[in-house]
């Protein structure tokens, strides 16, 4: 892949830039990106990417003796699986960590009583799945725009992301959710035992998170 950027990719997409009347990208981090990697001189415009809001919607939680985290994603190294092993560790025995697997994928994480694998879940089946759940456990390495954060937030949830990429620009930290330092186990598993012990601030943050979609990132501004 390395290889294949450097050449023809890259060639590419030099003419790409050179040829188009306007660019585009999904975050202000991933056009800062595209301007200095590609040397671009012209203006980027941030569009970022929308969620149907009246399929993913909040439901009225059922506070329970567990608390429900999400973790969606591929089960990789750059989405951050590698983490939640010890972060389960950290979290007292109400806490459950629940994790997808991409569409691609048929690995498992490492057995734990509370990682509990929900495997591969059509995109069409995840609100239900949001809706099901108290807290999203985002610690990716990178994205360009964070999407499944956005996703959750529109189904009323907090969510616990890292601190870095586009996600500053999706998540509201100390509002919406919390932002931790890159693979900080212990920041993520405090702010998830944070939220876990305060039904109150998991419902407030949901609303303000609910809200940023209905401003934000809907598919009708998109």
């Known amino acids: 892949q390395r290889l294949h950027w450097q050449t023809d990719l890259r060639w590419f997409s030099h003419k790409a830039v050179k040829r188009a009347d306007i660019l585009t990208a999904v975050s202000h981090f991933t056009a800062s990106l595209a301007t200095q990697d590609l040397g671009i001189r012209k203006p980027i415009k941030v569009i970022y990417n929308g969620v149907d809001e009246q399929r993913f919607t909040p439901s009225k939680r059922i506070i329970g003796k567990e608390i429900k985290v999400l973790f969606s994603g591929n089960l990789t190294r750059r989405k951050g699986a590698q983490w939640l092993l010890p972060i389960i560790q950290r979290l007292d025995e109400r806490i459950v960590i629940y994790y997808t697997a991409g569409l691609r994928e048929t690995s498992a994480?490492?057995?734990?009583?509370?990682?509990?694998?929900?495997?591969?879940?059509?995109?069409?089946?995840?609100?239900?799945?949001?809706?099901?759940?108290?807290?999203?456990?985002?610690?990716?390495?990178?994205?360009?725009?964070?999407?499944?954060?956005?996703?959750?937030?529109?189904?009323?949830?907090?969510?616990?992301?890292?601190?870095?990429?586009?996600l500053p620009e999706v998540v509201t930290h100390g509002h919406g959710g919390f932002l931790c330092p890159l693979g900080d186990v212990d920041a993520f598993a405090n702010s998830v035992q944070a939220l876990a012990d305060d039904a109150s601030l998991r419902q407030q943050w949901g609303q303000f998170n609910r809200a940023e979609v209905e401003q934000r990132f809907t598919l009708s501004r998109m």
């Open 109 to 166: 994480l490492v057995a734990h009583p509370r990682l509990r694998p929900l495997g591969r879940v059509p995109h069409e089946k995840m609100p239900d799945v949001y809706r099901e759940m108290d807290i999203l456990l985002f610690p990716t390495v990178r994205e360009g725009f964070g999407l499944a954060a956005v996703e959750a937030m529109a189904c009323g949830l907090p969510v616990v992301a890292t601190d870095s990429s586009a």
